[in-house]
Each structure stands twice: as structure tokens, then as C-alpha cells.
């Protein structure tokens, strides 16, 4: 099955720092991926749809300022947490769609997660 | 998106079937079921889906009722390691936005 490529896997940082995340689909192209994060004992949230090419559109609540995602490639999605702070912490994990497929073939694949700690 | 109830929890002795349900009374002619899954720590997983018909695949089967407002996940013979937070989603199949929220799912506990 197709493979998201989810970097790092866990990152700690001092409190004010910025923390880049790498989503990367490996064998297929991705026009849209999804950014989502998930507190402990919590279901998933989404925080932004990033489309390659364009700007995200981020769902209500969530920063844009803060979170920086940039989708310069069909393969390759980033987010980046700038001036991180504790609240941050948290399970951060991306999701891929396959650019072509018949309506309900379409499937969603997702990376492994990133665990944000800030001090 | 048509929202979905899932029972919060559920139990499952190992090799025992494991049936998982889930209302989505407010779907829509143009939308899928869709299952996944998601093991402590890690990135949710695909199962299944289907729009009217049952589905069977390698993992799992998928029942959906005739009015399509509901819908039952069957792990045949459950394993230690299908212990994970089950999640049901409806959306639509069209090849635009494909945005998936997900709700709180049922965790469910497969018990030696």
C-alpha cells in the first residue's frame, strides 16, 4: 500500500524555538494532505487542508501565523510550529490523499506522527 | 460531513469476532463509510469502506444497512494487537477536498 513518510518522529525543543515537521508521500503524488493534532486520550483535530501549489486553508481556531505549512511539491508537505511554547506539545500527525482515483477510491494514507515536547 | 456515534468502548475476547457498530443516520446518496484505526502512538490506519454494499477485505468486513444509516466493522478473529481506537467516517467520494474529520471512535480491548 501506498507509504507516508512522517519526519521526525519525536522532537523536544526549548520553549520560543520553531520546529519544522516533514510529510512526504513515497510512491504516490499528493496534491492535498491534511495537517491534524491529537492531545492524549483525544480523537484526532484537523488543523489545515494543504494544497501543493497554494495556501492552506486552516480550520477555525487554529493560527496560521503559528502554523506554517508550506506544499512546494506533489510529494512533500511541511508544518512548521514557530515560537513554540508548551501548549504546543502535542501529537502532530499528516495525512495523505492520492492525486487520481474514482470517487470512493480515493484513499487517505497517514504518516506515523510527530510527539512535540516543549519545555 | 454527516457526523457518526460510536459506543465509546468495547470489549473482545482474543479470537472472538469482534463487531463494532456505528449510526451515521444523516448520510448522504453520495457518501462512503470509512474505517480506520489507530494503535497507541501511531498515525491512523485504513480498514475499510464502502458506500451500499457489504465489503470484505483482508482485515475486516463491512455491513452496511440497506437505509444505510448504520453500519457494523467485523474483525473475524480479533488479536491482542487489533486492541486500538476505531474510527467510523462518512464523506463524500468525490476526488475534491477529501477533508476527514474524525469523531471520538471506540476503543476497543482485546482481552487473552
Known amino acids: 500500500g501506498a507509504v507516508v513518510s512522517q519526519h521526525p518522529s519525536w522532537v523536544i525543543c526549548k520553549s520560543g524555538t520553531s520546529v519544522k515537521i516533514e510529510c512526504r508521500s513515497l510512491d504516490f503524488q499528493a496534491t492535498t494532505m491534511f495537517w491534524y493534532r491529537q492531545f492524549p486520550k483525544q480523537s484526532l483535530m484537523l488543523m489545515a487542508t494543504?494544497?501543493?501549489?497554494?495556501?492552506?486553508?486552516?480550520e477555525q481556531g487554529v493560527e496560521k501565523d503559528k502554523f506554517l505549512i508550506n506544499h512546494a511539491s506533489l510529494t512533500l508537505s511541511t508544518l512548521t510550529v514557530t515560537s513554540a511554547h508548551p501548549e504546543d506539545s502535542s501529537f502532530y500527525i499528516c495525512?495523505?490523499?492520492?492525486?487520481?482515483?474514482?470517487?470512493?477510491?480515493?484513499?487517505?494514507?497517514f504518516g506515523s506522527g510527530t510527539q512535540l515536547s516543549v519545555l | 460531513d454527516a457526523k457518526t456515534t460510536q459506543p465509546t468502548s468495547m470489549d473482545c475476547a482474543e479470537g472472538r469476532a469482534a463487531n463494532l457498530p456505528c449510526n451515521h443516520s444523516t448520510i448522504s446518496g453520495n457518501e462512503y463509510v470509512y474505517w480506520y484505526r489507530q494503535i497507541h502512538s501511531q498515525g491512523p490506519q485504513y480498514i475499510i469502506h464502502?458506500?451500499?454494499n457489504n465489503e470484505t477485505n483482508e482485515m475486516a468486513s463491512l455491513i452496511i444497512t440497506e437505509d444505510r444509516k448504520s453500519s457494523t466493522l467485523i474483525l473475524p478473529h480479533a488479536t491482542l494487537r487489533d486492541t486500538a481506537v476505531y474510527y467510523c467516517?462518512?464523506?463524500?467520494?468525490?476526488?475534491?477536498?477529501?477533508?476527514?474529520?474524525f469523531g471520538a471512535g471506540t476503543r476497543l480491548f482485546v482481552k487473552a
Open positions: 494543504s494544497n501543493e501549489g497554494s495556501k492552506a486553508t486552516y
Open positions: 495525512s495523505a490523499r492520492e492525486q487520481w482515483g474514482t470517487p470512493g477510491r480515493v484513499k487517505l494514507f
Open positions: 464502502g458506500l451500499k
Open positions: 467516517i462518512v464523506r463524500p467520494g468525490n476526488t475534491g477536498g477529501f477533508k476527514t474529520i
